[in-house]
């Protein structure tokens, strides 16, 4: 796939910056000693900052690689990471993490986000003070670069309101000179001072880039990070917390323990400001609709997946129809063949870094003979045929199922119409052997299933975000104001029709929690392993909930060990796992000569059983320690709660 050049581009020039004191204005490199004055006055070293700063955004936020070469799936109940490269993500489960270190920095934490903030204003104030010209060959460009960095400033506060809550929000380059005595803002101060730059920056861009410049900010990115900001602000870790069992002390807590209407009023405009925006010719955005229901050929044109995977749902993160049309924000290859290396199975010449969960498995519907999808553990599964020892063809599961997950017995590689499958009861891909999985899954999605190692690769995907993410926002709102209503059932079901899916049955159209659960059951399946779980549990305050509470009460009292508990409290309850974030199971195949998987000569049914514990304190675990170098520095600023 082409992509655009600018985005690829490599500045000549650096900004650097280490800390809110930091007293390094503009670093020059030996090879290009220009003043700053020099620097400001030329269009075209201006538009190489702005580059740098995208380079910076880029590597802020790198949706399946946010740690290094794990994705934040491994620090929460969609995956588990393996031990390889310090054992980063297993750190974080193990609670071992803490106020001197923050383990697998990749540019997404403190220091670095506001490295990233400093550029954008080193560029706001430069080209104020020096009156930088506009470009000669492109008249109107300068104003448009100036639009990308307040959209940019925007969002690095927002990364940084994602994981530390309360920050200081820094809107001028800081000097030596100045009181380093710094101190944090409330989230919604915050929030609104990202609105302000996000509607700065709406003013400047166009609606839409072409060409080589596409990719850059436009309008609609600037309306979905009003949209993403709203949003987080109506969430109950900020609207509503002592509702929802928070027992924290932030500095502002009295902003966030009552729920605020407004706050949800003004999400639901945000995200249908997304929804509405047209452009010349009508919406800016549509879902990706490309190939039919019976197309299943993969990468290389082959239907190695025993017509399990519709190529829609590959494509949809490679085409560039979906990139065009549905992506609101994205940055391009980030991505490449070695992560493909990274995520295969052992028998594939893989390491299986981050295998998928049983918690992230139980959320993939089932579709019903009544045409409704409904949970595997709904009373109305086991009357429409679920048996969880044949849990992935006992009944037709949600397409994304298959397109996101390799299972025991899944149609996996090999020519067409004969495709291997996976075994992970015996060879290579046996649960617990070397560099093999521990939950009994392999990571499907993303996987171009032709590649063999013999050719380059590069993944643009996921987006940071695309259209899905602001019909949800803006459902959730909308059944949060007035209840379920005909539209948002609607919306919803077109992004499960997209994908195959039956719609959600008639009964959500009734029922106000009902709705609610759906909605979030289709955040986690629609986006898995697209870096949203680690901050929508925490925003939902899951693990918090009294009722995920006597869920995990029930897990201790199913049986006498974990592995009895985990088989004991589905067969009991037929409940989704605690989303408390403190454990995780998987499934193992048991050879059983009436088990319904067929493999070779053998048979198989499927077991549950616990994988390991995790450790999530609430609501110390909510949001993440500033470090104390950085404390040291502006004692002012004062600690996250319970660090």
């Not at 491994?74 to 995956?79: C, N, S």
């Amino acid at each position: 796939m082409k992509m655009n050049k600018f985005i690829l581009s490599i500045s000549v020039i650096t900004v650097i910056f280490f800390c809110l004191g930091c007293n390094k204005y503009l670093d020059k490199l030996p090879d290009d000693q220009l003043r700053e004055d020099e620097i400001f006055s030329r269009y075209d070293k201006v538009n190489q900052l702005v580059t740098d700063i995208y380079a910076k955004a880029k590597g802020a936020n790198q949706p399946i690689s946010w740690f290094y070469h794990f994705s934040s799936a491994a620090i929460t109940d969609e995956a588990e990471g393996s031990s390889v490269e310090g054992n980063i993500t297993n750190r974080y489960n193990t609670g071992d993490w803490s106020v001197n270190e923050l383990p697998g920095d990749n540019g997404q934490f403190w220091n670095s986000l506001y490295d990233g903030i400093r550029r954008t204003n080193v560029v706001l104030q430069g080209v104020t003070k020096y009156n930088t010209p506009d470009d000669i060959l492109e008249p109107g460009s300068l104003p448009m670069r100036i639009g990308e960095i307040y959209f940019m400033r925007a969002y690095f506060h927002l990364l940084l309101i994602r994981i530390y809550g309360e920050i200081p929000y820094v809107d001028h380059v800081i000097t030596a000179t100045e009181n380093m005595n710094f101190e944090k803002q409330s989230f919604h101060t915050v929030v609104e001072k990202i609105v302000k730059d996000a509607e700065e920056a709406y003013k400047r861009v166009p609606e839409k880039w072409e060409g080589q410049n596409f990719g850059r900010i436009d309008k609609g990115a600037c309306l979905g990070l009003i949209a993403q900001a709203r949003w987080m602000a109506a969430t109950p870790l900020w609207n509503g917390a002592a509702t929802k069992g928070y027992t924290g002390t932030r500095k502002f807590e009295s902003e966030y323990a009552a729920v605020s209407p407004d706050r949800w009023v003004k999400a639901k405009e945000a995200a249908k400001a997304v929804l509405d925006f047209t452009i010349a010719g009508g919406k800016r955005y549509s879902l990706f609709q490309k190939y039919s229901k019976t197309d299943f050929g993969d990468s290389g044109g082959q239907n190695t997946n025993k017509s399990t995977v519709p190529t829609r749902l590959w494509q949809m993160y490679y085409d560039m129809e979906a990139f065009k049309n549905e992506y609101v924000l994205f940055f391009t290859k980030y991505k490449g063949e070695g992560w493909f290396g990274d995520v295969y199975p052992p028998s594939r010449g893989g390491g299986s870094r981050q295998m998928p969960v049983q918690e992230q498995v139980d959320e993939y519907e089932y579709i019903s003979p009544d045409g409704y999808g409904y949970p595997i553990y709904s009373e109305k599964a086991k009357s429409d045929g679920y048996d969880d020892a044949n849990p992935y063809v006992s009944v037709a599961r949600d397409p994304r199922f298959y397109r996101d997950i390799i299972f025991h017995g899944a149609a996996f590689r090999g020519g067409d119409n004969n495709p291997s499958q996976m075994n992970t009861a015996e060879g290579a891909n046996r649960i617990g052997s070397n560099n093999a999985t521990k939950t009994g899954y392999y990571l499907r999605k993303y996987l171009q299933e032709a590649w063999n190692r013999n050719g380059s690769v590069s993944i643009s995907a996921p987006p940071v975000w695309r259209l899905p993410d602001f019909i949800y926002i803006y459902a959730e709102a909308v059944n949060q104001i007035d209840g379920p209503t005909q539209e948002i059932y609607d919306l919803i079901n077109q992004v499960r029709s997209r994908s195959f899916m039956v719609p959600m049955p008639l009964a959500t159209l009734s029922d106000k929690n009902l709705m609610d659960e759906y909605i979030k059951r289709e955040r986690r399946v629609e986006f898995f392993y697209e870096n949203k779980r680690a901050f929508d549990f925490r925003l939902y305050l899951e693990p918090s909930s009294s009722v995920e509470k006597a869920k995990k009460a029930l897990f201790e009292s199913a049986g006498a060990t974990d592995t009895e508990r985990s088989i004991n409290y589905w067969k009991n309850n037929r409940s989704a796992y605690p989303k408390l974030q403190n454990m995780i199971n998987g499934m193992r195949p048991i050879e059983d000569p009436n088990g319904k998987i067929e493999i070779g000569t053998k048979h198989y049914r499927m077991e549950r059983f616990f994988v390991e514990n995790r450790v999530f304190d609430a609501p110390k675990h909510y949001l993440f320690p500033i470090l104390d170098p950085e404390l040291q520095k502006s004692p002012t600023l004062g600690q996250n709660p319970g660090w």
